[in-house]
């Protein structure tokens, strides 16, 4: 096996370890969840096929699904993220062919373009996951609150992460 699948496939179990045991158990504010899961998505190469992409979403959500007690919710926003992130990764950075298989991180596309991305991405999946948590538009203030500190929250810790990663 390639040396980068083994360690997407570490990425991604650590990912979903940690959020079922820390971060599903993390609230602050009574509003503001870390999404830290949708990382292995932001992290993927863009040179992966759009039906893998969306499998690996599905199994991402699903994994999360299976671990939190949230029947479908992260599986369909997880799809969802991934059918979104190669347009939301090329309106921050130009259509080019160099940029086909480079995996997204602040070493790669610059920390205002990633902090944009990072950003978008996360408040797509927060908006979703609680519309969709919800069911209702009654309360769509709440809805907006809880699924604006949540993305402040999951931009935070995800963008702490890749600066760790990046090395000079």
């Given at each position: 096996?390639n040396?980068?699948?083994?360690?997407?496939i570490?990425l991604?179990?650590i990912?979903?370890?940690?959020q079922?045991?820390?971060?599903n158990h993390?609230v602050?504010?009574?509003?503001?969840?870390?999404?830290?899961?949708?990382?292995?998505l932001?992290?993927?190469?863009l040179?992966?096929?759009?039906?893998?992409?969306?499998?690996?979403?599905?199994?991402?959500?699903?994994?999360v699904d299976v671990l939190?007690?949230?029947?479908?919710?992260?599986?369909?926003?997880?799809?969802?993220?991934?059918?979104?992130?190669k347009?939301v990764?090329?309106?921050?950075?130009q259509h080019?062919?160099?940029?086909?298989?480079?995996?997204?991180?602040?070493?790669?596309m610059?920390?205002f373009?990633?902090?944009?991305?990072?950003?978008?991405?996360?408040?797509?999946?927060?908006l979703l996951?609680?519309f969709?948590?919800?069911v209702?538009?009654?309360?769509?203030?709440q809805?907006l609150i809880?699924?604006?500190?949540?993305?402040?929250?999951?931009?935070?810790?995800?963008?702490?992460i890749?600066?760790?990663i990046?090395?000079?």
């Amino acid at each position: 096996m390639n040396k980068s699948v083994i360690s997407y496939i570490l990425l991604f179990v650590i990912l979903v370890l940690v959020q079922a045991v820390l971060f599903n158990h993390i609230v602050l504010f009574n509003s503001a969840v870390c999404l830290i899961f949708i990382y292995f998505l932001i992290k993927l190469p863009l040179d992966i096929s759009q039906n893998f992409l969306l499998t690996l979403g599905f199994l991402l959500g699903l994994s999360v699904d299976v671990l939190s007690d949230t029947p479908g919710l992260n599986a369909l926003c997880c799809t969802i993220l991934a059918s979104l992130k190669k347009p939301v990764f090329y309106a921050y950075e130009q259509h080019d062919d160099q940029k086909r298989s480079i995996s997204p991180s602040i070493g790669t596309m610059g920390f205002f373009n990633f902090s944009k991305y990072v950003f978008s991405l996360s408040a797509i999946y927060a908006l979703l996951a609680f519309f969709v948590e919800f069911v209702n538009f009654i309360d769509v203030v709440q809805i907006l609150i809880k699924a604006g500190t949540s993305t402040a929250f999951t931009f935070i810790v995800i963008l702490a992460i890749d600066s760790l990663i990046y090395k000079n």
